[in-house]
């Protein structure tokens, strides 16, 4: 039940969520826009929520207009994550899904 609490936070559900639905992993700019916050705010929730176990994360290269890249964090809900997101939405009466999903 503690990964639901960690989820009753409006900010970490939304970033969850997002992840869920965008169905790909992103880097926390992306993530920040999607959720509208402050990418300091995400990163702050995403390494909550990835001590937790509800995220998981990895290096690689985020590609610019420019054709230069740079280093990143890429974000991706992982099994236990997608679990309690589903858990907590049987509870609320709601499902998710990953874009495209009915």
Do not use: N
């Given at each position: 039940m503690e990964?639901?609490?960690m989820l009753l936070q409006p900010t970490?559900?939304?970033i969850l969520r997002?992840?869920?639905?965008?169905?790909?992993?992103?880097?926390?700019?992306?993530?920040?826009?999607?959720?509208?916050q402050n990418p300091r705010l995400v990163s702050h929730h995403l390494a909550l929520l990835e001590d937790e176990?509800?995220?998981?994360?990895r290096f690689d290269t985020i590609q610019s207009d420019s054709g230069r890249g740079r280093g990143g964090r890429f974000f991706s809900v992982t099994t236990k994550g997608a679990s309690v997101l589903r858990?907590?939405?049987?509870?609320?009466?709601f499902e998710f899904g990953a874009k495209g999903d009915g």
């Open positions: 990964q639901i609490d970490r559900f939304a997002a992840l869920i639905v965008e169905g790909k992993p992103m880097y926390i700019d992306q993530v920040a826009e999607v959720v509208d176990g509800l995220v998981e994360s858990k907590l939405g049987a509870l609320a009466g």
